[in-house]
């Protein structure tokens, strides 16, 4: 019995870490998710992206809090992602006014003066 729950809790893990995706930096990140008027951002943002465009997005925005800016302090670069992925999280759990706040918390310019070098 304990050998079938550690090969589970392994096989867990495991999906879990194939699932979260990889990025070199935090560009990578955003010019994969963010960037460009067609970019999975503004499908989910505008309301026009899938639940799978929704958690795919999610996961991105996941990465970014364990990451460090080019500069700025940590203090605001942990509130400013914090805050994109609680928007992102609401909006997949399609909560009421949260496309709002995905696009408020994902503005890009109020990031990218305090942190972009």
Do not use: R
């Amino acid at each position: 019995m304990k050998t079938t729950s550690l090969k589970f809790a392994g096989l867990l893990c495991l999906t879990f870490a194939l699932a979260a995706p990889a990025f070199a930096d935090i560009s990578s990140m955003m010019k994969e998710s963010m960037k460009g008027e067609t970019s999975l951002y503004k499908k989910v943002a505008t309301g026009k992206g899938s639940d799978d465009d929704a958690q795919k997005l999610l996961a991105y925005v996941k990465t970014l809090p364990a990451e460090s800016p080019e500069k700025g302090d940590a203090a605001s670069w942990k509130e400013k992602t914090d805050k994109l992925v609680k928007a992102t999280e609401d909006v997949a759990a399609k909560k009421p006014g949260a496309l709002q706040e995905l696009q408020t918390a994902g503005n890009c310019k109020a990031c990218h003066s305090v942190h972009k070098g």
